[in-house]
T-cell receptor, first 115, second 115 residues
């Protein structure tokens, strides 16, 4: 079965600095990878996804992520963090074609951007 | 346009009671998912509908949990004989279709508390 690990419960960065939120995965087939963000009292919002093609994926709000097959990673990045980026971030994976419907989420990483 | 909506936003019930949680997906989305999110965890897959049928219910924890989507739009998650361990946020998501490359759009969730 597929699994996702987000090794950091918490990431703190200063506004204007680059940020990285880490994600590694394990699948039997091909990974379809997703990042979601959760703001307080709101539903998860889709940020970006990797399905196939270019390993560097660009998404909403200036975020990007790089798929690294050899390291089985899909780290989320942003060149310059904003205070408004503070939220809970979830990485998710689908194991295609073995387990298409069950999207597995990591436990989440809380990002805090300080002014 | 309108996003995924869920009602009620909060539900408090006594142990042993029956509860129904409702999800109204984005119009035109044929795929619908239910997840459960416990504190400090990522969402956990429960069940997936494609149209009216439950295409994958492998995530339902036991036979106290059941979900329906009779007309291929609104879905109801039903929990019988609730237990304190059922307390969690129940999330609903919808996507354009059956393809596993589609991202999911989440509702704000229903917070269920079993006393």
């Amino acid at each position: 079965a597929q699994s996702v690990a987000q090794p950091e419960d918490q990431v703190n960065v200063a506004e204007g600095n680059p940020l990285t939120v880490k994600c590694t995965y394990s699948v039997s087939g091909n990974p379809y990878l997703f990042w979601y963000v959760q703001y307080p009292n709101r539903g998860l919002q889709f940020l970006l996804k990797y399905i196939t093609g270019d390993n560097l994926v660009k998404g909403s709000y200036g975020f990007e992520a790089e798929f690294n097959k050899s390291q089985t990673s899909f780290h989320l990045k942003k060149p310059s963090a904003l205070v408004s980026d503070s939220a809970l971030y979830f990485c998710a994976v689908r194991d295609v074609p073995y387990n298409n419907n069950d999207m597995r989420f990591g436990a989440g990483t809380r990002l805090t951007v300080k002014p | 346009g309108a996003g995924v909506s869920q009602t009620p936003s909060n539900k408090v019930t006594e142990k042993g009671k029956y509860v129904e949680l409702r999800c109204d997906p984005i119009s035109g989305h044929t795929a619908l998912y239910w997840y459960r999110q416990s504190l400090g965890q990522g969402p956990e897959f429960l069940i997936y509908f494609q149209g009216t049928g439950a295409a994958d219910d492998s995530g339902l924890p036991n036979d106290r949990f059941f979900a329906v989507r009779p007309e291929g739009s609104v879905s109801t998650l039903k929990i019988q004989r609730t237990e304190r361990g059922d307390s969690a946020v129940y999330l609903c998501a919808s996507s354009k279709g059956a393809s596993d490359s589609y991202e999911q759009y989440f509702g704000p969730g229903t917070r269920l508390t079993v006393t």
